[in-house]
């Protein structure tokens, strides 16, 4: 325990930590499996966010990183559409977009100003293509995610679909749809293949390279199912884009390749 607590110093501005009791758990198993190393986790702290001249909320979301609603959350009451320079704002964990210990080999990065998405293993480069993104009126979040569902086949539905009364709504299948972050609760934006539509056209014509699509990441079917097959629950997505810099060595390789390109 004075070990654990060496490494937490007591000091306000310190944003990461090591869960103690976490940390225990995690080396007494190492112990019993006498295992050769353990994994630890670094967990983050809630944060305070001073408003700046032109900011707005959703833009304080897609400069953090942080789904919007979980800023919703953290403060309560507040009307987020009355900001003034010099405010705070409640930002919580990271770690509220990454619930699940990640796979520590594996790494998705996503570039939304180029429409394309890299896959890591080891350091190393395993995919790379073309993707779709959200549209302007349904943008996709830049962020740190991780996977966090599988599901072959998925539905999914918009107003956007609805008959003018608003009675009748067609609703999409999703290909090798994985959930990575919810737009609200219950509301999950992933990635995916193909995308069926009621008229039984394919989104987008069945391309990629534009934004084309409700907020999820698109792929062509064939490399949707590889990303699919590869990616554990747990693997790290990292979405960047010009709002949101890059946050590991490989999202700034991706960066990097894609402005000398």
């Known amino acids: 325990n004075a070990q654990i607590q060496s490494l937490n110093p007591p000091t306000a501005t310190e944003t990461r930590y090591l869960d ?3 940390t225990q758990d995690k080396m007494n198993k ?11 986790r670094v967990r983050y702290r809630d944060t305070r966010y001073t408003v700046e001249a032109g900011d707005r909320a959703y833009f304080i979301s897609r400069k953090t990183g942080i789904p919007f609603y979980l800023i919703q ?5 507040r009307d987020l559409d009355v900001l003034s320079p010099g405010d705070t704002l409640n930002l919580p964990s990271k770690d509220k977009a990454v619930p699940l210990d990640p796979v520590p080999n594996k790494r998705i990065v996503v570039d939304l100003d180029n429409q394309s998405m890299k896959a890591f293993e080891n350091g190393q480069e395993k995919f790379s293509w073309l993707i779709s993104s959200g549209m302007d009126k349904y ?3 830049p962020g740190i995610y991780q996977i966090l569902t599988h599901n072959d086949e998925a539905a999914g539905g918009s107003f956007t679909l609805c008959s003018n009364s608003g009675l009748n709504c067609g609703s999409w299948t999703m290909y090798w749809f994985m959930g ?17 539509l009621p008229n039984g056209n394919l989104l987008g014509g069945g391309s990629v390279g534009h934004e084309y699509t409700f907020g999820c990441v ?27 810099a890059p946050q590991s060595d490989v999202g700034q390789k991706v960066l990097t390749e894609a402005n000398n390109s």
């Open 20 to 22: 103690p009791r976490e």
């Open 30 to 40: 190492a112990i019993s499996d006498q295992a050769a190393s353990v994994m630890l």
């Open 73 to 77: 959350e953290a403060n309560p009451g």
């Open 139 to 141: 943008p996709t979040s």
């Open 180 to 196: 990575m972050y919810e737009v609200v609760p219950g509301l999950m934006n992933g990635f995916h293949g193909a995308v069926l």
């Open 218 to 244: 698109m792929a062509q079917n064939d490399n949707a199912k590889m990303l699919y097959d590869w990616a554990d629950q747990g693997t790290v997505v990292e979405i960047i884009s010009k709002e949101f």
